[in-house]
């Protein structure tokens, strides 16, 4: 084949040789284009040799999302060689994480070459998928129980195919206290993670779980790194929500998550304020792996503008102002003090906000109704605009009628 490649009369291995000589600090024992030769040789078959030659190529997988093919996939429009064995182990590095594994994409000969799955760093351990085959990704998702994982890919002396892309990564539980009561941590410039309960393996049916991501100063980014979460129409059964803020607000929700992996949303989001608030449930029925989220802290920019105090910017307006006449100083001393105002008011709640919502025992079960919705009863009672509406006890009335009342009327 290398013959047919190239005419290796027509070679100056004196050129040749000498690039090689400049890359090499050590001296060479060889001829001048045995040396050529041995380097296009590994160049085009070392891939090949390195996990399909009876000894197994090993890859550390981390908390992001890695790819591996079979030989000579090329983005899929290649073809894998013929009696081919190949091996790969997969490392999670860690004895604490597990491996995930998923078969993004494969087309793989049925008539007598094959993917096999095993738990374990041997073609020994436990089969977790066997005899794959055909075309597809349609749930391929595969965990190991333990530190390892190892995939084997063989193929006979007829009819080659495609091959195969994998996806994988390592995995924890990394859901902390947040799916017993809300949980709140500190962002900093090292990435940290959190998880879905019980990941890699499938979440716990009826979960309410809450983490509040601040920062004292800057602002917090999430990266949703994977997601795979029962789809259903508007999230109504299991979802991953996510707020900016620091609360539970219709008005402040800015992702709601709920499909199967690879389809499932990723995506990194950048906080407004200095918080993010990740909310999960789950119904009573049907669970998945669930998603794996990295955040940081995200230092604020500094302003080089000396006037930075909404006081300064007032004096500006006024120096302005005077310069323009009276007139306009009216003007920006109006527009600027508004401002000032609203930016100096107090939080309370938007009238477009339909819920402000407490987080409770857990959730509801699922009850659809004929109209497909999600049918819940709350022992919170709603009023028109939105405010939460509490029984006015016999001590309140009292006291709102002697004009001691602090709280707005129900």
């Known amino acids: 084949m290398v013959d047919d490649l190239f005419d290796w009369k027509k070679l100056d291995c004196d050129f040749w040789m000498c690039a090689i000589r400049s890359q090499m600090s050590f001296s060479l024992n060889y001829s001048k284009c045995e040396i050529i030769v041995g380097l296009f040789l590994l160049n085009l078959f070392g891939y090949v040799f390195s996990q399909c030659s009876g000894s197994a190529q090993t890859l550390t997988a981390?908390?992001?999302?890695?790819?591996?093919?079979?030989?000579d996939y090329n983005n899929g429009a290649g073809t894998?060689?013929?009696?081919?064995?190949?091996?790969?182990?997969i490392d999670s590095n860690d004895a604490s994480y597990k491996v995930i594994l998923y078969l993004k994409n494969y087309n793989v000969a049925c008539s007598g070459d094959n993917i096999n799955i095993y738990d374990g760093n041997t073609v020994s351990g436990t089969a977790l998928k066997s005899n794959i085959c055909g075309s597809g990704a349609s749930d391929k998702i595969v965990t190991s129980t333990g530190?390892?994982?190892?995939?084997?890919?063989?193929?006979?002396?007829?009819?080659?195919?495609?091959?195969?892309?994998?996806?994988?990564?390592?995995?924890?539980?990394?859901?902390?206290?947040g799916c017993t009561s809300e949980q709140t941590m500190t962002p900093t410039t090292s990435p940290q993670y959190v998880t879905s309960p019980s990941f890699p393996s499938l979440y716990d049916v009826s979960s309410n779980c809450r983490w509040v991501l601040t920062v004292p100063a800057g602002r917090?980014?999430?990266?949703i790194i994977y997601s795979d979460i029962e789809t259903s129409a508007n999230c109504a059964f299991d979802s991953l929500e996510i707020y900016d803020g620091d609360y539970v607000c219709?008005?402040?929700k800015i992702a709601a998550v709920c499909s199967r992996y690879p389809s499932g949303i990723t995506g990194?989001?950048?906080?407004?304020?200095?918080?993010?608030?990740?909310?999960?449930?789950?119904?009573?029925?049907?669970?998945?792996?669930?998603?794996?989220?990295?955040?940081?802290q995200v230092e604020e920019a500094v302003s080089s503008n000396p006037l930075t105090s909404s006081d300064d910017q007032l004096m500006l307006g006024i120096g302005i102002g005077c310069a323009c006449g009276a007139t306009a100083t009216l003007i920006l001393v109006f527009i600027v003090s508004f401002f000032k105002s609203k930016c100096r008011s107090p939080k309370i709640a938007s009238p477009r906000v339909k819920t402000v919502e407490p987080m409770n025992g857990g959730p509801h079960m699922r009850t659809p109704s004929v109209n497909g919705?999600?049918?819940?009863?709350?022992?919170?009672?709603?009023?028109?605009?939105g405010f939460i509406r509490r029984p006015l006890t016999t001590s309140r009335r009292s006291s709102m009628i002697d004009g001691k009342s602090n709280g707005f009327l129900p």
């Open 80 to 89: 894998y060689s013929s009696n081919l064995d190949c091996q790969w182990i």
């Open 373 to 385: 919705s999600v049918d819940s009863s709350d022992s919170i009672s709603h009023s028109r605009n």
């Open 250 to 252: 219709e008005n402040t």
């Open 268 to 296: 990194t989001y950048l906080s407004n304020g200095t918080s993010f608030l990740l909310k999960f449930k789950s119904d009573g029925s049907v669970s998945f792996t669930g998603y794996l989220i990295k955040f940081i």
């Open 62 to 71: 981390g908390q992001s999302i890695q790819y591996f093919t079979s030989p």
């Open 147 to 177: 530190q390892y994982m190892t995939l084997r890919f063989t193929s006979d002396a007829v009819n080659q195919s495609v091959g195969f892309e994998a996806a994988y990564f390592s995995a924890t539980d990394l859901s902390g206290t």
């Open 220 to 223: 917090v980014q999430v990266e």
